[in-house]
């Protein structure tokens, strides 16, 4: 039996999208919705769970299953649906506060144990249900209405803390760069394992223009690199590029250099170094980069193997009888 | 008389004389890594074998290893066997064992006048006598000798004796002393020795020459029992008269892990059990990892928040799904609490107490969980709450929570306690067949034409659970407030109301699908003890034993805590007092007043102990009708 062709429209549930006018959100959800009916999975076989925050009502605005949980906890909800049902095609939508703050925790742990589920990390660096207080990506200085002075916090990158936990897929991209969006988030859901998304997403509320260098299309190519697996680093209409020099890397004018030079992306290396210094290079100093940081396959996932572990026990030991187990170990009769 | 098995009876015979006695109370002491805890559990098990009623309490401390020699590091194994039906592991003690001059100082105070003391003469040395900080050796005292029939064995050298042809060096040698200890209880109480020749056999099978010294130690300790003049008579205890049955020695723990087992097979759903360490809960997810092939998967989770959390998820994706911690968790779950409360989704949620608050007390059992459970989360979040009151309960608690879970939607909660997860009793193991069908029934795919309704309801106010993967049935459920019927986020004034009515309706309504309150006695009279959890033993024995006096006591022991059987408050009212003895200050006395208007009276302690039979007789006693206490204090004048 085919399956019936799905249209965006399809993925939509009948509620109001609530989010302010000219939020990043929006492009967000309708680039999800536009890449779900390519990814051929039924929309009951979906299911969106989010935590607390601006980003956590989306599962509201889609027409699969889903759930609002609580703060910083999605993942957690996400392991244990994951783990009984694999079934599932599981989304995890959550914010920089949500994901890196209360939840950092579930957030770290999720990624190590390689559950086959997608993250989707909306990076607008402020709070902004609570209206408007530094978040854990707010730059060092950043003048809140927490912060009156500024924050002295140092920010926290979700791509490092992903990579220092070893997840299998780390990516980023950008709310208004629509395409890019729409293709990292269908390599997400085509990795298996844990896949994290970073979007640099617009709070034009509270944060307005904080990633314009990345957002807006004018400055984009100055300031930021589109990785592509087995292709060298060059951003700046080709102009520039990024080369590997000891332990560090710097941006070099292409033609000042033989193109053997640059570095070369890799994201299927199993060793995290580079993917951490691509991770590191930030405005202004170097271009940052989008796209697929690391995607390495073939480890094994949370969901499979505690399932594999089960079906192993009941080849082993046959399939549970509840008579032997009560009636095991040392008994007696009375009467 | 029920019959022993002929097969378990003892395979060594004295020939010194036996007394028969009707109960045993034993207490094994020594330091935390002396064994104490496995030659009490083999003490049970035999007894137990050999049809004895028996009722146990183990007392160890927080410390895997706390200081060698020192009071602080005292682990003590309490068992009652008994040729009658015994519901508490004793007040006082028949015999107390003890391995060093800590084990006894801390423990002699409950042995009883003219009590056996069988002490390790090896271990009351100058250097324990210190770590014990004792001034001179306590055994040598001559009010000890007057006081107790005191039996002094010199356990270390004749251990090493026995156990010497196998070449093991002292420091291993010394660790078969419990098994010498045992042989001479085994002695002492005419037990089979051949459940635990069994058990070493498959324990040490791997290291035939530590099962072979084993061995050699118990035999020793049994001849020496049998040759030594100390000993004049052993004493032997009839089989019980329990129900006839097929029956299995059991612990707290073991008995809720069987239940929700048991629960997921009756109800045709796979187990996922979500779970952070601690104690006193964290057997129940050792016994649980046993399982995998009754389709249980267990998680342990990377904090109690994910614990519970990942239940929900497991629940939301149409498993049976339970998560288990004992206080400081549960205090850390509260929140996820209210979320599985307000989606309306089965779940289990265990609380095996302990003394609290805060880290309090780990390894000791308190009852001060409960306004917790009643009333830890934030908002009107009213959850069911079902209590076990014995080690084999907790089995029945456990489906009992599962149907109750499952039929009303909703999340349960099992408030259990350390006394009863780490105590154990003799379990009448069920027959599968008839084990209560739980019928689950998740709603069917639609071609979707038609909006789904995910908050329309049944009789019982229960929402569907429609789980993932069913076609056109797609729903988000969250924390927010839902909209009557169709589940959608409502900020509606009017809505929430009826929300949170019908949320409290759902779970009163509860009360018509329990049985009645049974009453222990009359159903009126001059005092009603009223109890629920872990106290079960002590009051049902202390309300017999002042029945047998003559005076008009009856007894409630309450398992449906919340909402409470439909006959409460007649019955609170059937009686001139009522008292209510809890291992905590007043929690489930403040919800009696609060929700019967009854006045009752308080028996309160917090000290990490179980109530002893003996003072619930005297303190009920106090509040007795002067003509009914006359007797007593007749007595006392005379």
Redesign the interface.
């Known amino acids: 039996m085919s399956l019936p062709v799905l249209k965006p429209a399809d993925f939509a549930?009948?509620?109001d999208v609530r989010w302010c006018p000219g939020c990043g959100d929006y492009s967000i959800l309708a680039q999800m919705k536009k890449v779900l009916p390519d990814l051929g999975v039924?929309?009951?076989?979906i299911?969106f769970?989010s935590g607390?925050g601006c980003s956590s009502r989306f599962?509201?605005y889609?027409?699969?299953?889903?759930?609002?949980?609580?703060h910083g906890?999605a993942p957690?909800?996400?392991?244990?649906?994951?783990?009984?049902?694999p079934?599932?095609m599981v989304w995890v939508i959550t914010g920089d506060g949500d994901a890196l703050s209360i939840g950092g925790?579930?957030f770290i742990?999720a990624l190590r144990r390689n559950l086959d589920v997608n993250i989707v990390l909306f990076n607008n660096r402020i709070y902004g249900l609570t209206k408007g207080q530094y978040s854990p990506t707010s730059l060092e200085g950043h003048v809140t209405k927490s912060t009156p002075m500024g924050s002295i916090d140092h920010p926290l990158s979700p791509l490092s803390v992903a990579l220092a936990a070893e997840a299998t897929f780390v990516a980023r991209s950008i709310d208004a760069h629509v395409k890019h969006l729409g293709e990292t988030l269908k390599r997400a859901a085509q990795h298996k394992g844990t896949s994290l998304v970073e979007v640099y997403q617009n709070c034009n509320v509270f944060n307005d223009g904080a990633m314009a260098y990345a957002q807006e299309k004018k400055q984009r190519d100055q300031n930021v690199v589109e990785l592509q697996h087995g292709k060298p680093l060059v951003f700046d209409g080709g102009k520039k590029g990024v080369r590997l020099v000891g332990n560090h890397l710097e941006v070099v004018n292409t033609d000042d250099v033989p193109q053997d030079d640059l570095l070369i992306h890799d994201e299927k290396d199993p060793n995290p170094s580079i993917h951490m210094m691509l991770a590191r290079m930030s405005y202004p100093v170097m271009p940052e980069p989008i796209g697929v940081l690391r995607a390495v396959e073939g480890i094994p996932t949370y969901d499979d193997q505690?399932?594999d572990?089960?079906e192993?026990?009941?080849k082993?030991?046959?399939?549970?009888d509840?008579?032997a187990?009560?009636?095991s170990?040392?008994?007696?009769?009375?009467? | 008389m029920a019959q022993s098995d002929p097969a378990v009876s003892s395979s060594v015979a004295s020939s010194k004389s036996v007394q028969t006695v009707s109960g045993i109370t034993v207490r094994l002491c020594g330091d935390s890594g002396d064994g104490m805890q496995l030659l009490g559990t083999q003490l049970t098990n035999t007894s137990a074998l050999a049809g004895n009623d028996v009722a146990t309490f183990p007392d160890f401390p927080a410390e895997i290893r706390a200081p060698r020699g020192t009071r602080a590091g005292v682990s003590g194994f309490q068992v009652q066997f008994a040729s009658e039906e015994i519901f508490t592991p004793g007040d006082t003690l028949d015999a107390l064992v003890v391995m060093n001059p800590a084990a006894m100082v801390t423990n002699l105070g409950d042995l009883r006048k003219g009590g056996i003391l069988i002490a390790n003469e090896d271990g009351f040395v100058e250097k324990e006598f210190k770590l014990a900080k004792v001034e001179a050796n306590p055994l040598e005292a001559s009010v000890i000798e007057e006081t107790y029939r005191v039996i002094k064995v010199s356990m270390t050298k004749l251990t090493r004796d026995a156990v010497s042809e196998f070449g093991l060096g002292n420091k291993i040698a010394d660790r078969c002393k419990n098994f010498f200890a045992m042989g001479m209880v085994y002695w002492l109480f005419g037990r089979s020795l051949e459940p635990t020749e069994r058990f070493i056999e498959d324990k040490f099978g791997k290291k035939p020459d530590v099962a072979a010294a084993n061995l050699a130690a118990l035999k020793a300790g049994w001849a020496f029992g049998e040759t030594t003049e100390a000993f004049g008579e052993s004493y032997q205890v009839e089989a019980a008269e329990l129900k006839p049955g097929k029956y299995r020695n059991i612990m707290g723990n073991q008995a809720l892990a069987l239940g929700l087992v048991a629960a997921s097979k009756c109800s045709g759903k796979e187990m996922f059990y979500g779970t952070y360490p601690i104690t006193p809960a964290s057997d129940i997810l050792h016994e649980l990892t046993k399982y995998k092939n009754f389709g249980v998967r267990t998680f342990q989770a990377e904090d109690e928040i994910s614990a519970i959390c990942s239940t929900i998820g497991a629940a939301f994706g149409g498993t049976m799904a339970v998560t288990a911690s004992s206080g400081p968790g549960i205090a850390l779950k509260g929140e996820a609490m209210g979320l599985g409360m307000m989606l309306e989704i089965p779940m289990i949620v265990i609380n095996v107490q302990r003394g609290g608050p805060s880290t309090g007390l780990p390894t000791k059992t308190e009852q001060s969980d409960l306004l917790q459970a009643m009333y830890g989360r934030n908002g009107e979040a009213p959850l069911p709450i079902l209590a076990p009151r014995s080690p084999g309960d907790c089995f029945d608690i456990a489906v009992e929570a599962w149907r109750i879970a499952t039929e009303c939607m909703v999340p349960v909660i099992i408030l259990s306690d350390g006394y009863i997860a780490n105590g154990s009793e003799p379990w009448k193991i069920p027959k599968v067949s008839e084990l209560p069908e739980i019928k689950i029934q998740h709603p069917e795919g639609t071609d979707g034409s038609e909006a789904y309704k995910p908050y329309s309801r049944d009789e019982f106010l229960a929402r569907p659970w429609a789980i993932p993967g069913t076609e056109g049935l797609m729903h988000r459920v969250g924390g927010l407030e839902k909209e009557d019927v169709t589940g959608n986020v409502s900020y509606d004034p009017a809505n929430h109301q009826h929300m949170t009515d019908t949320r409290a309706a759902k779970v009163a309504k509860i009360a018509e699908r329990v049985p009645e309150q049974d009453v222990f006695g009359e159903p009126s009279g001059d005092i009603l003890v009223v109890s629920w959890g872990g106290t079960y033993g002590s009051c049902h024995t202390a309300v017999s034993q002042l029945q047998k006096q003559g005076h008009k006591v009856s007894h409630i022991h309450l398992r449906y805590i919340f909402p409470m059987p439909s006959n409460i408050g007649e019955l609170l009212r059937s009686f001139k007092k009522v008292i209510v003895p809890e291992l905590n200050m007043g929690q489930l006395r403040m919800l009696l007043r609060s929700e019967h208007l009854v006045d009752c009276i308080g028996i309160n302690k917090v000290q990490g102990k179980p109530f002893s039979v003996t003072e619930l007789v005297e303190q009920v006693s106090e509040h007795l009708p002067a003509s009914s206490a006359g007797k007593k204090a007749g007595k006392k004048a005379g």
């Open positions: 549930s009948d509620q039924p929309r009951e076989k299911v769970v607390i599962p509201y889609m027409n699969t299953y889903g759930m609002h949980s609580i906890r957690t909800f996400a392991t244990g649906l994951k783990s009984t049902r079934d599932l925790n579930h742990h505690i399932n572990q089960v192993l026990a009941k082993q030991k046959g399939e549970g509840l008579d187990l009560f009636n170990g040392d008994t007696w009769v009375v009467g």
